[in-house]
């Protein structure tokens, strides 16, 4: 028996929550592959054990597939996977440390390097997993040829190709502390707010008790309606003072040149400016989720390119997404982790170089803001971050302020 191809994604959600609820069973605890959600490591073979339960009424019997065909399929719905050696380190192994030292030399902040090439830094053959598991490359504290091959170096692996035998390498950049001032902590209350809208919106479509029937039908609209409220009542802006669609002449293309809230300045309190999206599965159609993580990107430099040389003034990002493009993001492989991951009063610098080496039509999104790739390089700065369970659904809240 293989496992049943319908089951399906929410099938293995359920299944992590069944998990949550009752623990792992000893007999089930894996010690080689696990699947890694919400910071989380959970055994192959028992989440697709009791997918099957969701998707086909019965228990998967643990003895018609390996933990290595549950590990293939899982990584195929999109999830992340995890390949631990058996015996991990106990700090004494430094078969890898000649990498790090390599590593540590290198000014640039990327590297790419062959298979072979790192078989000669460390003077030793890389084992067969290196060349069978993507999960062996992880940046993973727990493996010994992570700890000690890059990450104790200030490296991570970016990507892999096990077909080509090739790494790349990018530096790690190390978040900031941005404590907050006296305004942040009263935008902190509006954003407070702005969530918990946001939560009972949404649990109001999952419950049945909403005119909506599904949360993609909800429109990013809402979003700015939100914010707007809770501007004018928690934040106690004259909605006079608000203006929506406010043009922005440092974009040149004229279809983008527009703001989606702008609140003018008082004696009191600087001016505000705000980019808001609003990302989530449309049903069973595909998610174009590199066009959609250049478009949130595009918006930050909008919002570095807004009044640049204007000090009186805070920039934010809202930021509302579902489980699809979250699982997309925090993947390390694709590099956006350090953005959908900072913790609150956290953030780091988006370079150029940070930029231009994502996907093309990531960077297609960002050149409807900026023609030519002399892209701003602006802070980001996570003020905000919730993470909402609803039902079988997950949802993220993010507010990041941009500094120029």
Request: hydrophobic share 35%.
């Amino acid at each position: 028996m293989t496992i049943p191809k319908n089951i399906t994604r929410d099938h293995v959600l359920e299944a992590i929550e069944e998990i949550d609820r009752n623990g792992i069973p000893k007999n089930r605890k894996s010690r080689v592959w696990f699947l890694v959600y919400n910071g989380n490591r959970y055994p192959v073979k028992y989440v697709v054990e009791l997918a099957n339960k969701y998707a086909n009424g019965e228990l998967l019997p643990s003895s018609e597939f390996t933990s290595h065909e549950a590990a293939r399929y899982l990584e195929k719905l999109g999830l992340v996977v995890e390949y631990r050696e058996k015996h991990i380190s106990d700090g004494k192994n430094h078969k890898y440390s000649p990498l790090g030292e390599y590593l540590s030399k290198i000014a640039k902040d990327t590297v790419v390097l062959r298979f072979r090439d790192i078989e000669y830094i460390i003077g030793k053959e890389l084992p067969p997993a290196a060349r069978t598991y993507k999960a062996w490359w992880a940046n993973d504290k727990k493996h010994p040829q992570a700890v000690h091959g890059w990450l104790k170096a200030g490296w991570r692996v970016k990507h892999v190709d096990l077909r080509d035998e090739i790494v790349w390498f990018e530096k790690i950049q190390k978040n900031k502390r941005f404590p907050p001032d006296e305004f942040d902590e009263k935008m902190y209350s509006v954003f407070e707010k702005f969530a918990t809208l946001i939560e009972e919106r949404l649990k109001a479509i999952v419950e049945g008790r909403s005119e909506l029937e599904e949360i993609y039908q909800e429109s990013e609209d809402t979003i700015r309606y939100m914010m707007f409220h809770v501007l004018t009542t928690v934040g106690g802006i004259n909605p006079l003072d608000v203006y929506l669609e406010y043009p922005h002449p440092e974009v040149p293309n004229r279809k983008y040149a527009k703001l989606d809230t702008f609140v003018a300045a008082k004696e009191n309190r600087p001016a505000l400016a705000f980019e808001m999206k609003f990302q989530k599965k449309i049903g069973n159609n595909a998610m174009p989720k590199p066009d959609n993580a250049g478009a949130v990107f595009a918006d930050i430099l909008k919002l570095a390119l807004f009044r640049k040389e204007q000090g009186n003034i805070k920039r934010y990002l809202v930021y509302v997404a579902d489980e699809h493009m979250v699982s997309y993001l925090i993947n390390p492989a694709r590099g956006y982790e350090p953005f959908i991951s900072l913790k609150e009063n956290t953030g780091f610098k988006v370079t150029r170089e940070y930029l231009i080496r994502k996907p093309v039509t990531f960077v297609r999104q960002l050149k409807r803001i900026i023609k030519k790739e002399d892209f701003p390089e602006p802070t980001v700065i996570c003020r905000f971050r919730r993470d909402l369970k609803l039902g079988n659904k997950e949802m993220a809240i993010r507010i990041y302020e941009v500094v120029p």
